[in-house]
């Protein structure tokens, strides 16, 4: 498969929308999947230095 442009390229004859729209969708997903559980982990190691600090406070 060739295209004649650049344009006709991102346009995918006619399908652009959709096919481009499926790579997005792709890409936040995985950017998801990559970024949750970096967020879980330092928001339980934050909730575990506050315990541990009330605890140590008593």
């Given amino acids: 498969m060739s295209f004649a442009s650049f344009s006709d390229f991102l346009a995918m004859g006619h399908h ?13 997903v995985l950017a998801l999947n990559v970024a949750a559980p970096i967020l879980a982990r330092k928001r339980y190691l934050q909730q575990e230095a506050r315990r541990l600090r009330r605890e140590t406070e008593k």
């Fill in 16 to 28: 652009g929308l959709y096919v481009w729209a499926a790579y997005g969708i792709c890409l936040a």
